[in-house]
């Protein structure tokens, strides 16, 4: 600890380091200030305001006074909106499970089972990022309704695990490798299978890899919009994105601010917490893994 | 040897069974649908001309998107946009990295509220920013107007001169969180000792970060390098719901043009034709990355 | 689906609706065979506060008669309304009751139809919903309304008749009708029309629904834009009622004061060039002749620009990224003393405080060259190809535009839309009704307006039409104002324009 204390980097002492973090945060979060504090304003802020008006106008979004919680209560009383919300939850957690089992199995076999075409699977998994998502829309959208998924979540749960498994198989693939081989070889030894092996010696070892990938998974089920939109229909199968889309746009031609500003901070929330939870383990995740390759 | 033999069989057959889940998920979700699409590239096929149906046409789709200066416009703006975004990424990233790789009251928290960009949805961030940028009641020009900076407000995303540059930002704000995390889980595996040996040779901060951080960043950075350019490059949504790609096509871009040539003018040979290009460039883009990761994890 | 599947209907069903009388239903059961009635209660209960209350309530009692087991129908509906506010919970409680009539015979069972609609306000939808299932009665339909965001509908739809998903019933603008009627997205419907009946809309409007000369749609309503002016600010300077766009300029011009106040209020950040679809049909100015000829390039079109220029200068800034309805705020508080917006501006200048709806005039948007002027919003309904019930669709399509109902529907939806049906127009029941008498002088500012405006502003003929669409996505006119907001040139901008139009038609083949 003490020799972590002394270490004095190229950006100068922790005084102005605090300092310096400070200011970059302030300059990342404001904007998600202004959502949660125009959530909290009287929707009079998001008018034009005559010239001589302005001044105290930014104290107001700066600062509401008072607070007012009626747009919350508009959103939340909304079944429809409340129903978006559980859909959301639902998908973005089965996308998380199904990541994370398919990614840790498969990264597994990359890290450690050498098999013809090993190499190129992982390295076609990865190149599927330059595909532009909006040309998979109407082709794949064919294949869910082909199938008979349609406008179901499963059609979502299934799309989205696909998106997050690329960059999850490459940061836990580099997280086995950076685990010593031994660890296996001792429990094999012990009678465990390789499965047996897996599950028993390296998973518990693989904790802070494996919340990497259920952040990843999580964030990118929760926020998706463009393939949620054209896969789905039914109110009953609806994800929050089109929920808040929906009361962004309910006077069609007029924005109701405030109304949608605290849709969107409820809507963020979920994320927000487990983000709080994740982040550590997205980081340890990522450090094992991340200079080995 | 026998034996060991069919122990190598399983081991190849058991590395087939779990990595089979992984190959069906892209293999149908992304392989399958592309290759059936990308082939369009080469045909006619617009909804709006049902009686012409499906007909091979070479590379007349080509020939038209490079004679079209709405294309060109949109290379143009995706390639800027892209390098201004993934350098201002990287830079901004490594700073907020180096200043949160070291312990000081409130890291915690500091690293938590810094992440929270990347997990606004991207509909709520591209709404967030245009009542931030708006002339009249968005934040920013009140802030600016108050201060006497300016006497009306600036219309920032649908002006000309300045909505490439509004868009920009909002992208590296979008982008820092991820790009320096991953640094710092980059800088966090850097060994402590190596730092300290610089240190008894008398190296200053900056010949540290030169010669030990930099170089031990290596792989990671062109992977946050690449991997950003490649998300960036392909994404629609942030530009679609923050300007639609204007004023005047000031910051319309490949996957725009990509989404409108499908969607709005239903030609699905021509937007084909310029996702074809677009997965080339950045096709070509990773390759050469792969091979520098390659390199390194052989040495 | 076909037009000739259409064809093999009887629509003597449809014929019945509103008459209500025993004698017509029992034609319609008149085989004879298992009838089902749907029993609904639609009920709307708003917030306690200041005052609004919208009841709505349809009961579809069924009354068995003992010889000659006809079912009577009595249909309820009753509109109380008082001052509009916000509506709190929406209860649709609904019983399916089927009842053997007579022995044999075919089986009319309710089939559940899909829509794909926008509306998500709480009072439009309580309106919507009551409109289709009184029509949805009498056609043997259950419509199951489904939300697609407003601006999500063009590629919600694209993706549908890709993959063959498209539902039954969808609505549409004009240019998105043309556009879907050419991919065959949207089924003709001159039958439907035959049935409703000749001259029941008025010819604009009707026109704008058809592909070369065959039908695609319903008027559905109208939103026609008008000329909004602070009436207040025209007596304390002593101005006249605006006639000519040099009245409305030198106006604005006079009144422009920034940054507290502005002469006009312009924007074009809609998806929809509304700019240059309200200024150029005033210069009989057109991207495409009747024959599809490219019209763009045209003395008409400059001259447009040429007002926009001058409009845009005694506008706030940042034209481009503002959108009507930051307009329609900025007017209601008092920063504009001009504005174009549809008449669905109603609802929010009689909700405004200090009586602001006295101060607002109206006037339709007056015409430089030729005699039309403006653009007459419009939505449209639409069957789609798709559909697997094309008679009920049918059947109900007619039911829907039935005077009664419609007019039913038109008293209690949103303020400020105007209605297509002419003998709604023509009638004194809309006008007198409670919550439109308030606004009645606008909306019919609109619906005059609607007579001489082009319902889609920009376009002439069925070879435009298709190509259009091209225009239209990607974004020819709104970019061509756009480039003169940010100073540019008019004539550059014009040049630009016909060149890009120009090679969309090359390209096109």
């Given at each position: 600890m003490i020799k972590r204390l002394r270490?004095?980097?190229?950006?100068?002492t922790h005084r102005r380091r605090a300092v310096l973090a400070l200011v970059i945060t302030i300059l990342t979060i404001f904007p998600v200030y202004f959502m949660v504090s125009g959530a909290l304003s009287?929707?009079?802020?998001?008018i034009t305001r005559l010239g001589g008006q302005t001044e105290g106008g930014l104290v107001d979004i700066l600062?509401?006074?008072?607070?007012?919680?009626q747009h919350f209560q508009t959103v939340l009383s909304d079944a429809l909106f409340r129903r978006y919300l559980i859909n959301s939850l639902i998908v973005a957690t089965i996308t998380m499970a199904l990541a994370i089992l398919v990614c840790t199995l498969g990264a597994y076999s990359l890290a450690r089972l050498r098999f013809p075409g090993s190499n190129m699977i992982g390295r076609v998994a990865l190149l599927t990022?330059?595909?532009?998502?909006v040309l998979l829309l109407i082709p794949l959208f064919k294949i869910v309704v082909g199938v008979g998924?349609?406008?179901?979540?499963t059609s979502l749960v299934l799309t989205y695990t696909t998106f997050a498994i690329p960059f999850s198989l490459w940061m836990l693939r580099a997280f086995f490798q950076s685990l010593p081989p031994e660890l296996e070889d001792a429990a094999m030894v012990d009678g465990a299978g390789r499965l047996g092996a897996l599950f028993r010696v390296i998973l518990p070892l693989s904790v802070p890899g494996i919340a990497a990938t259920a952040l990843f998974a999580f964030i990118l089920a929760w926020n998706e919009f463009l393939f949620a939109l054209i896969f789905t229909s039914s109110d009953d199968v609806r994800t929050l994105p089109i929920g808040v889309a929906l009361t962004m746009t309910r006077e069609q031609t007029a924005v109701d601010w405030a109304t949608a500003m605290a849709a969107s901070t409820i809507s963020s929330l979920p994320i927000f917490i487990v983000v709080m939870l994740g982040q550590r383990g997205f980081v340890r995740g990522l450090t094992a893994g991340g200079v080995k390759g | 040897m026998g034996v060991r033999l069919s122990l190598r069989r399983r081991e190849q057959l058991l590395g087939l069974a779990l990595i089979a889940p992984t190959v069906i998920f892209i293999g149908a979700v992304v392989i399958y649908p592309v290759a059936a699409t990308l082939g369009l590239s080469f045909f006619s096929e617009n909804l709006l001309r049902p009686e012409r149906g499906t007909q091979f046409i070479g590379i007349d789709n080509f020939a038209r998107i490079f004679r079209d200066d709405l294309f060109w416009m949109g290379l143009k703006n995706t390639v800027v946009l892209t390098a201004a975004a993934v350098i201002g990424e990287v830079v901004l990233g490594m700073i907020v990295a180096l200043t949160l790789n070291a312990p000081f009251r409130g890291r915690g928290v500091i690293r938590t509220l810094n992440i929270l960009p990347w997990v606004v949805p991207s509909f709520v961030a591209a709404f967030i920013w245009i009542w931030l940028f708006?002339?009249?009641?968005g934040p920013i020009n009140q802030f600016l107007v108050w201060s006497g900076i300016v006497d009306q407000g600036i219309p920032w995303i649908s002006q000309g001169s300045t909505a490439m540059g509004s868009v920009i930002v909002v992208y590296i704000w979008k982008g820092l969180p991820w790009t320096f995390l991953v640094l710092l889980a980059g800088l966090q595996s850097i060994p402590e000792e190596w730092y300290e040996a610089a240190k008894v040779d008398g190296a200053s901060p900056w010949q540290q970060f030169r010669y030990i951080t930099l170089p031990s960043l290596r792989y990671i950075l062109v992977i946050v390098i690449v991997l950003r350019t490649i998300w960036t490059f392909n994404n629609f949504d942030l530009v679609y719901l923050l300007t639609g790609g204007g004023p005047a096509r000031a910051t319309v871009t490949l996957p725009l043009n990509v989404y409108s040539t499908a969607f709005?003018?239903?030609d699905f040979g021509l937007s084909a034709a310029i996702a074809a290009f677009m997965v080339v460039v950045v096709l070509g883009l990773s390759i050469v990355v792969l091979k520098l990761s390659r390199i390194e994890t052989e040495s | 689906m076909t037009s000739k599947n259409l064809s093999r209907r009887r629509l003597l069903t449809a014929a019945s609706?509103?008459?209500?009388?025993v004698a017509a239903m029992a034609a319609l059961v008149g085989c004879g065979e298992v009838q089902t009635v749907t029993e609904r209660v639609v009920e709307v209960v708003t917030k306690e506060v200041p005052v609004e209350k919208v009841v709505t309530r349809e009961v579809v009692k069924e009354v068995a008669?003992?010889?000659?087991?006809v079912v009577t129908q009595q249909v309820e509906v009753a509109v109380e309304v008082e001052v509009e506010k916000v509506v709190e919970k929406t209860v649709v409680e609904e019983r399916v009751v089927t009842k053997?009539?007579?022995?044999?015979a075919m089986q009319r069972k309710i089939e559940t139809v899909t829509f794909w609609d926008f509306e998500t306000r709480a009072l439009g939808v309580a309106a919507q919903e009551a409109w289709l299932a009184r029509a949805g009665t009498h056609a043997a339909v259950r419509v199951e309304r489904l939300r697609v965001p407003f601006p999500e509908m063009e590629p919600k739809v694209l993706a549908g008749k890709a993959s063959g998903t498209l539902p039954d019933m969808v609505w549409s603008q004009p240019d998105s009708c043309w556009t879907w009627a050419a991919a065959e997205i949207v089924a003709p419907l001159d039958e439907v029309h035959a049935e409703i009946g000749?001259?029941?809309?008025g010819n604009n409007p009707l026109e704008a629904t058809k592909l070369d000369g065959v039908?695609?749609?319903?008027?559905?309503?109208l939103w026609p834009h008008i000329m909004y002016y602070r009436m207040d600010k025209y007596e304390e300077n002593g101005?006249?009622?605006?006639?000519?766009w040099i009245d409305l300029g030198e106006n604005g011009a006079a009144l422009n004061s920034p940054p507290d106040h502005y002469g006009f209020f312009t924007y074009?950040?809609?998806?929809?060039p509304k700019l240059a679809w309200n200024l150029m049909p005033a210069f009989?100015?057109?991207?495409?002749?009747?024959?599809?000829?490219?019209?763009?390039?045209s003395q008409g079109t400059l001259g447009s620009l040429i007002l926009a220029a001058a409009l845009f200068s005694i506008s706030p800034p940042g034209v481009a990224g503002n959108d009507e309805g930051a307009g329609r705020t900025a007017f209601l508080n008092g920063l504009a003393s001009h504005m174009t917006s549809s008449t669905s501006f109603s609802t929010g200048l009689a909700a405004a405080?200090?009586?602001?709806l006295s101060k607002v005039g109206a006037v339709a948007q007056p015409s430089v060259i030729g005699d039309a002027a403006g653009l007459a919003g419009m939505n449209i309904l639409n069957i789609t190809?798709?559909?697997?019930h094309p008679d009920r669709m049918m059947e109900l399509f007619v039911s829907l535009f039935d005077h009664e109902i419609y007019q039913g529907w038109f008293i209690s939806t949103v303020l400020g839309w105007a209605p297509t049906l002419r003998s709604v127009q023509e009638g004194t029941d809309y006008w007198e009704s409670a919550r439109v008498k308030p606004v009645a002088r606008l909306v019919r500012t609109g619906v005059e307006a609607s007579n001489k405006?082009?319902?889609?502003?920009?376009k002439f003929g069925s070879e435009g039409a298709s190509l259009l669409g091209t225009v239209t996505a990607r974004n020819v006119l709104k970019d061509m104002f756009t480039k003169v907001s940010d100073g540019g040139a008019p004539e550059a901008a014009l040049e630009d324009a016909t060149a890009e139009v120009e090679r969309i038609v090359a390209d096109a083949g």
């Open positions: 270490r004095s980097r190229i950006l100068g009287h929707p009079d802020i998001f600062f509401p006074r008072p607070p007012i919680l990022y330059t595909v532009p998502s998924i349609a406008d179901s979540l | 708006h002339p009249q009641f709005l003018q239903y | 609706v509103g008459a209500g009388s008669v003992e010889v000659e087991k053997v009539v007579q022995g044999e000749v001259n029941k809309f039908s695609y749609g319903v008027p559905q309503f101005f006249d009622e605006p006639k000519t074009l950040k809609d998806a929809h009989d100015a057109y991207v495409f002749d009747r024959d599809g000829s490219v019209a763009l390039g405080p200090d009586d602001l190809t798709g559909t697997k405006a082009w319902p889609s502003g920009a």
